[in-house]
């Protein structure tokens, strides 16, 4: 490892533009109580480590009051904190560290859905005429009782489910458990904006928008069609359907505008979208249009992806040029849905190569880039036996789904104890011996750690204005090598990845003189070994 400081950046700039954002997925990141589920006082505990990185900011996947059938996604409490994770104080004190620490702090929002538990949903589903009845996507049956669409849910089976007391079905694009906000109803839209200007209020710095495209549905119900063969495998009915009316309504455009007004009025507030789907890069481009939508979106490209390669790496980051009203993106590797990279790109007895070029790429992309927790250790996708499983996608479709129990084990925090100082109980996932063995304490007092690598690229990205802020441009992407620039102002950085295990040549024509700033791998000035990274700020 070998890395060289140079000029700042600048401080005229939004704090979240080329930011580095720490996820943290709350139950697997720190037991304070000895119940073997991750809370905020333990994410409290554990934020220096978060602050040592040199990220920007935490995102904090939900907290919020729910029965945890979808593990917080279903929310029956938008302005509680369920008791698993502690309390709104414990919350308003994480706040108040992190921002010592100088780190802001993002939550999600899931407005698509609620918990069936919700007192919204609650009261909507006892007759047709109550006060918010018409809060949730409701429709009649067929005249033969069947649904009154095609319509299929992500994980599985029909998006319908029949309740009684109405008579009536009800959407729900995931769980039965979740059922569908009807966002098109203005009542709605300001009982979501009151529980963001909630948290607004006790200092919250932005906000990750879960599912975002699933906001509003096409209220004429009209069936899906029939999705083409592309050769993908098909494994569940979601998949055989294009998902144009269940979802997508273009009236969603309008509420994000809301969303961003109230946000301006609390100053420099970040939002982004999360947006999957056929027609994801469309909308992630609509919904972070100009200066009165949301400031970003949430690429999946690399988070499914079964390669990293140079010319992938070069086919994502196209999709989002610098260009006048076009958004800016926000990149992961890794998160709390998708496998861990190093078990997808690389062999076992690559991860530890593998990883550490990963982070130099990672930390040297246009846009912002989002460190799910674990990833600075390297930690590997757990296979967790099916009698084990809590994923409600991965049981109801076993064997064929993915299980992503598998990236959410707890955080190793002390390789001597047996459960990583996580818990002082039972983990509600095992952790894994192979990452049991890349805890935190073992990677702090060896200077040649993924760890201390990634904090020390992550800080090479904050204090240069070109990593963080510049244009991007590929100057070679074969099979092998993947050479980029970053330039801003009257600083360029040249970046050479070889994402091979064998050695390649150095592009002579490609790279000005200038003095090496980064270098992993034993990659220098005239060699590329396998897996070799480095960065060079070139002389203009």
């Not at 972070?288 to 390669?309: I, W």
């Not at 260009?323 to 849905?337: K, R």
């Amino acid at each position: 490892m070998n890395i060289s400081p140079t000029q700042q950046t600048h401080d005229t700039i939004p704090w979240w533009r080329g930011a580095a954002i720490y996820q943290i997925y709350p139950r697997s990141f720190c037991d304070s109580n000895g119940d073997g589920i991750g809370d905020l006082p333990g994410i409290t505990s554990r934020l220096d480590h978060v602050a040592r990185l040199g990220v920007d900011a935490i995102w904090v996947s939900p907290f919020f009051t729910s029965p945890m059938r979808d593990f917080g996604y279903d929310v029956s409490d938008y302005c509680g904190v369920d008791p698993i994770f502690g309390t709104l104080a414990d919350f308003e004190k994480m706040v108040e560290r992190a921002h010592e620490l100088g780190l802001k702090v993002t939550i999600d929002q899931v407005y698509a859905h609620t918990s069936d538990q919700h007192a919204w949903f609650e009261e909507s589903r006892q007759d047709r005429t109550n006060p918010k009845a018409d809060w949730y996507v409701w429709a009649d049956p067929k005249l033969d009782g069947s649904p009154p669409s095609n319509w299929q849910s992500v994980f599985g089976g029909p998006a319908w489910t029949w309740d009684a007391r109405r008579r009536q079905y009800y959407l729900h694009n995931f769980l039965s458990s979740q059922p569908q906000i009807n966002a098109h109803n203005p009542d709605v839209q300001a009982a979501l904006l009151n529980v963001m200007r909630f948290w607004l209020d006790r200092g919250v710095d932005g906000f990750r928008l879960d599912a975002l495209n699933f906001l509003m549905h096409d209220p004429t119900m009209r069936d899906n069609p029939p999705a083409p063969d592309d050769g993908r495998r098909k494994t569940r009915p979601f998949d055989y359907q294009l998902k144009i009316y269940n979802q997508s309504h273009p009236d969603i455009i309008t509420f994000i505008q809301c969303i961003r007004a109230l946000c301006d009025e609390y100053g420099a507030v970040f939002t982004v979208a999360e947006v999957g789907g056929d027609l994801a890069e469309t909308e992630m481009k609509a919904f972070t249009a100009g200066e009165q939508h949301l400031n970003s979106a949430y690429g999946f490209d690399f988070l499914y992806a079964e390669q990293l390669t140079p010319k992938f790496v070069e086919q994502a980051v196209a999709k989002w040029p610098d260009e006048p009203g076009l958004g800016w993106p926000s990149w992961a590797f890794e998160n709390h849905d998708a496998p861990r990279a190093v078990s997808r790109w690389c062999k076992p007895e690559e991860r530890e190569a593998f990883a550490r070029l990963k982070a130099m790429l990672f930390a040297s992309l246009r846009g912002n880039i989002i460190v799910y927790q674990g990833e600075e250790l390297g930690l590997a996708q757990v296979d967790i036996p099916f009698e084990q499983l809590q994923d409600p996608e991965a049981i109801a479709n076993w064997p064929l789904t993915l299980s992503r129990d598998g990236a959410r084990t707890p955080m190793p925090w002390m390789v001597q104890s047996g459960e990583g100082g996580f818990t002082s109980g039972v983990p509600w996932l095992p952790l894994g011996e192979e990452n049991l063995a890349r805890a935190v304490d073992r990677q702090e007092a060896d200077p040649n750690s993924l760890l201390n690598l990634t904090a020390a690229m992550l800080r090479l990205r904050r204090d240069n204005a070109a990593l963080r802020l510049g244009t991007f441009e590929v100057l070679h992407a074969d099979e092998c090598l993947l050479a980029i620039r970053r330039v801003s102002g009257e600083q360029s950085i040249a970046g050479l990845f070889n994402l091979s295990s064998v050695s390649v040549v150095w592009p002579q024509e490609l790279v000005r003189d200038g003095k090496q700033i980064a270098s992993v791998n034993g990659a220098n000035v005239g060699q590329i070994p396998p897996f070799g990274g480095l960065l060079i700020e070139e002389r203009i």
